[in-house]
Nanobody, 122 residues
């Protein structure tokens, strides 16, 4: 059974940093594109960053480029999102996703986590 379980969300002040994690099980990273999405209240879900299948390419949204970094620990089947210089507009529920068919760019995925709340506020 494939599972994606996010953790590490919380409240952080503007300008601060936070690392959220996604524990993956039931599949091999090499066979899936992995990404992070977010959804703010009243807004559509948007892509934040993703690895292509096999991790050869990384795509960041313009809104987070230079501030967020995706990484994986293949031995632990973990995906991380390091978020620096956080802004109030980064407040959202963050979701981990995995897709075998290259559809993350279209906002679609075979598997989604349950999400973790990140709130940026003073």
């Amino acid at each position: 059974e494939v599972q994606l379980v996010e953790s590490g969300g919380g409240l952080v002040q503007p300008g601060g940093s936070l690392r959220i994690a996604c524990a993956a099980s039931g599949f091999t990273f090499d066979d899936y594109a992995i990404g992070w999405f977010r959804q703010a209240p009243g807004m559509e879900r948007e892509g934040v960053v993703c690895f292509s299948k096999g991790g050869g390419d990384t795509y960041y949204s313009d809104s987070v480029k230079g501030r967020f970094t995706i990484s994986t620990d293949n031995a632990k089947n973990m995906v991380y999102l390091q978020m620096n210089s956080l802004k109030p507009e980064d407040t959202a529920v963050y979701y981990c996703a995995a897709d075998a068919s290259g559809r993350l760019g279209a906002g679609m995925a075979n598997y989604w986590g349950q999400g973790t709340q990140v709130t940026v506020s003073s």
